[in-house]
């Protein structure tokens, strides 16, 4: 198939007084959206300490909610918890990369495996969707919306594979790499995002065809290209960093 790739800090508000839980946990997973995002976007150096205070003034909250966030962020993968200093970004070893990105690489083959038994046309239109606005992104270099369509792309297909055990274990291995995946668009002077993009793009044909080998061979080498550009971003800092959006 040929490919048609080219080469080339708001204050969160407060819930109302009688807002009552629902608000309440509304408040929560938008400050859990943006300090997670904050995090995969690299704003924080690996290993370094999280700064609460600096965080608590950039969404306007106390740091009550924040350290919250912060406990899930942790069941995520992305920070450590500090027993009484607080958090610190999370950092990977190159062996760490290597088997995280194996595991998932092998999640996401079985996952496209069972998604093309159990697929409906609804589903696949709606992957292809979100195929095309990762692509808009794409080509108005939004790496913020496209990592976000990215990532749902990737879910969908977890999704469609109707097998909760698998579901859960993925989830469990995205939280700690989704920062790593992030960045490594970042690798080889953003060649890798196009390679990306491309990619994409036979996932979504051998999707539509219901090709289950082809797609879980696909997906495998897809994650492994994915490793080998982070590895290639831990060991080699590029000089264009990530910018937020």
């Not at 088997?99 to 709606?126: K, N, P, Q, W, Y």
Request: proline share 4%; charged share 30%; hydrophobic share 40%.
């Amino acid at each position: 198939m040929k490919s048609t790739i080219p080469d080339t800090g708001v204050p969160i508000a407060p819930p109302a007084a009688n807002g009552g839980d629902r608000q309440e946990a509304s408040l929560h997973g938008e400050i859990l959206l943006r300090l997670r995002d904050y995090v995969v976007e690299g704003n924080i150096p690996d290993g370094a300490r999280v700064p609460e205070r600096q965080l608590c003034a950039m969404l306007g909250i106390s740091r009550t909610p924040l350290r919250e966030a912060l406990k899930v962020l942790a069941s995520e993968g992305l920070i450590e918890l500090l027993p009484n200093r607080g958090a610190r970004v999370r950092q990977l070893s190159q062996r760490d990369l290597e088997e995280l990105f194996d595991v998932m690489a092998g999640l996401e083959s079985l996952a496209g495996r069972l998604a093309c038994e159990a697929i409906t046309d609804e589903e696949i239109a709606a992957i292809e969707q979100l195929h095309y606005e990762m692509y808009g992104h794409y080509l108005h270099r939004d790496m913020h919306g496209y990592f976000q369509a990215n990532q749902r792309i990737h879910e969908s297909i977890v999704a469609a594979a109707r097998n909760e055990t698998l579901k859960s274990a993925y989830a469990n291995f995205a939280g700690r790499i989704r920062r790593v995946r992030y960045s490594a668009n970042f690798a080889r002077k953003r060649q890798r995002w196009a390679e990306a993009m491309r990619e994409h793009e036979s996932i979504l044909d051998a999707l539509r065809r219901r090709a289950a080998s082809e797609l879980s061979d696909i997906l495998f080498q897809h994650l492994r290209n994915k490793r080998a550009a982070a590895i290639e971003h831990l060991t080699e800092p590029q000089e264009d960093a990530p910018v937020s959006p």
